[in-house]
């Protein structure tokens, strides 16, 4: 995976029963959650601290995280 950057990007989270959630995350909170889903150790409850709000997560619900890898472009400039 590229480093985030300056930036944050965006990160889905998909929940067993079909819903999801779309929020913009800095690199090390998204790291934080991915240790946090792949520890045997890790808390039911995962708070992140989100572009623009607090998210609390059920980590035993989870059942995919996407990040968005694609380079965002303002304009024309593919034309």
Known sequence: MDSFGDSPRTVD???SGGQ???MRLDEGTYNALRDALGSDRSDRWHA???EG???V???SQ???VRLDTQEK???FGGF
Do not use: H
Request: glycine residues 14%; charged residues 20%.
């Open 13 to 15: 989270v998909g929940f």
């Open 57 to 59: 997560l059920d980590l």
């Open 53 to 55: 709000a607090e998210i």
């Open 48 to 50: 992140l601290d989100a």
């Open 20 to 22: 999801g959630v779309s």
């Open 73 to 75: 472009r303002a304009g």
């Open 62 to 64: 989870v059942v995919f």
